[in-house]
């Protein structure tokens, strides 16, 4: 096993931001922490870094222990945290040279690993951090993370804020990390992004809820979905919401994942309904699970 957590627990005065957190990640594996804001990640990243001790339980990373090899962590692993790991003041080329220094190596020595990123952002090489756009600061950062060849890599929401093309290039890059043979424990809470691990932890108020690949999670998906469409969005989900035999409602981009709770349910009887309702233009289709139709469920 690359990381092994067992029965982590933390409590910041009154908010309980881990409870009894269990997983394990192979060697190689592409592993997600999924969640919403404030569901425990970053707070599980610092743990596993060696810069938080927990209230509970005991962790490993690459076999080392948390509290008792902390050192050897430090120098073993890489870690984008979520803000603030570069030196805003400092050019592209000096915060990179800054975090070779002090892992006691050089961007020559290890250029290979990084080169196929680096080119990416070699041509702003003399421009501050400060100055970059979020996806080519996102690059840097996992330049810099990565410039002592770790085993394993945290990345902590690595593309909250970046545009979806370099949240695409930057999943692309990971692959290929993963290729090498780098373990990656990354967190995000965008959902899209789940379907690229090999397997995923979801995690809400300091819970995981589930651990599985994204596909068996939706596969076992226990109820039927659909899709449903109207002239007013507003309207179709307070119309649904009051609808006796609603089980579930949700906002999903232009339409509403909707769940019945009869076995036996008919498109028609809801159909009628939401034209009582004054609504028109309406669509009902069956549909298939997503893993934020799996999230909500587990997490009702
Ligand atoms: N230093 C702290 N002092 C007090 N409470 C904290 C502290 N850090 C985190 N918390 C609380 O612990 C819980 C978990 O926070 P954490 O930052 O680990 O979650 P997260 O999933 O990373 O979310 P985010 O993306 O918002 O950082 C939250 O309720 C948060 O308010």
New binding site residues.
Partial sequence: MSISVKHIS?T???????QNISFEVKKGELFG?I????????????ILTTLLIPDEGTANVDGFDVFNDYKKIRNGVGYMP?KFSLYQDLTVKENLNFFATIFGTTIEENYDLIKEIYVQIEPFKNRRAGKLSGGMKQKLALCCALIHKPEVLFL??PT?GVDPVSRKEFWEMLKRLQQKGITILV?T?YMDEAELCDRIAL?Q??KILEIETPQALVKKFPKSIYNIGANNMYQLIKSLKSYSYQYSVFPFGEFVHYIDTRENFSTRDLLQFLESQSLSDITIEKTQPTIEDAFMELSK
């Fill in positions: 933390k910041y005065k009154k908010a309980k931001a881990l922490l969640g919403p804001d404030g569901a425990g990640k970053t707070t599980l990243f610092r979520g902590d929401e909250t967190s809470p995690i108020d300091g």
